[in-house]
């Protein structure tokens, strides 16, 4: 289980953001699985990490780099397992390229020790479009030692592992046939670039909502406002948040709290224009960033959106409602105090009763 003092100062989409900036700079797959391994173990705080690839000749998974129970130095593997596809829970998740949780090995039948049993042990199959590249997979010696949220960070993993391996692959294959096929290698540089802006698209989404995460919107907010001012057009800010969210999570668990702020993203984003830009604020809070919009607009909006989220059903059956500040740019003011004003807004909302729109008292 991720430990708490990792998760202290930097949520789960930090840390992945992060995990995904690092991983830019790796060139070749070897390197890649030491990397891997050491960030899961060093950075994120995991007892065992161990990276299979697959090896498609002999339909078999190889293991290319370890740390902790199996392999407590940082060099080089000790005693590589090779072990079949569908045998035991790595090779069962290879066959069939979905992840498995096992909370207690003991009851597990096709459990294969290495240098030391473990007592429960997480595997995500390393995806890339259909495309199996290998497995990723972590023991515990503690009974439980993984749940669903330990679980989503590995999977999220996995599709960068999987999304640069497919970029060292198309490398390496440019390198090689760049004299004698000029034309392919334009096709596998264009395949690299779309491949690129994949891996740095993750780095600026926020794997919880899909949407943008708070580094990508506070961009976008900084080249609206510098247009806003150069060009003096309208530009408006929707800053809101769930009503009552710690009790969702208190009463419901935290897998339902997640849910709900999904679902609430989704109905953001659908209802969103393609002009505007929504993203995740932080925790439960949302920013929705819309530029040409006068500020009886943007409370026109916020207020639509405020119903649609109101009238919908959630994971378990879970209602919420959600609060709303809107504040629109001034000549002359910088984006802190507009962003100030709409959260002063926001919690006059909270303060009269919730679930409703508020916005600058000199725009009522």
């Known amino acids: 289980m991720l430990s708490d003092f990792k998760t202290k100062d930097l949520s789960r989409s930090d840390l992945i953001n992060e995990f995904a900036i690092k991983m830019v700079s790796v060139i070749n797959a070897e390197d890649l699985a030491w990397f891997v391994v050491r960030e899961i173990v060093g950075s994120l705080g995991y007892e065992d990490c161990v990276i299979y690839f697959l090896d498609e000749r002999s339909e078999s998974l190889k293991q290319v780099a370890a740390i902790g129970v199996k392999n407590p130095e940082e060099e080089t593997i000790l005693n590589p397992l090779t072990i079949k596809v569908g045998v035991g829970i790595t090779g069962q998740v290879a066959l069939t390229k979905h992840s498995i949780l096992i909370s207690d090995l003991s009851n597990f039948e096709d459990y294969v020790p290495d240098v030391e049993p473990g007592l429960s042990e997480l595997c995500v199959p390393i995806m890339f479009g259909d495309r199996l590249f290998g497995v990723l997979d972590s023991e515990s010696k503690f009974i439980a030692g993984y749940n669903n949220e330990d679980r989503k960070i590995f999977e999220t993993i996995s599709k960068l592992i999987a999304a640069k391996l497919a970029l060292i692959e198309q490398t390496e294959l440019i390198k090689k046939y760049t ?169 006059r909302a909270k303060r009269s009763g919730r679930n409703r729109v508020e916005t600058d008292t000199d725009y009522s």
């Open 179 to 347: 004299v004698e096929l000029e034309q392919r290698v334009e096709e596998r540089t264009l395949e690299l670039k779309i491949a690129n802006e994949k891996l740095e698209s993750l780095a600026s989404i926020d794997p919880l909502t899909e949407i943008a995460n708070r580094r990508r919107i506070d961009e976008v907010l900084e080249n609206e406002f510098q247009r806003a001012i150069r060009y003096g057009g309208e530009l408006s800010l929707i800053l809101f948040d769930i009503d009552h969210f710690k009790a969702v999570n208190d009463t419901r668990g935290h897998q339902v709290g997640d849910e709900v702020i999904a679902g609430v993203a989704k109905i953001a984003k659908v209802l969103t224009r393609r002009s505007d830009s929504l993203g995740r604020w932080g925790g439960e809070e949302f920013l929705i960033i819309a530029p040409q919009t006068s500020n009886t607009g943007a409370v026109i909006f916020a207020e639509k959106l405020r119903l649609a989220i109101e009238n919908a059903t959630f994971s378990e059956d879970v209602s919420v409602s959600a609060s709303f500040g809107v504040a629109s740019f001034r000549a002359r003011e910088s984006i802190q105090r507009v962003l100030g004003r709409s959260d002063e807004a926001l919690y």
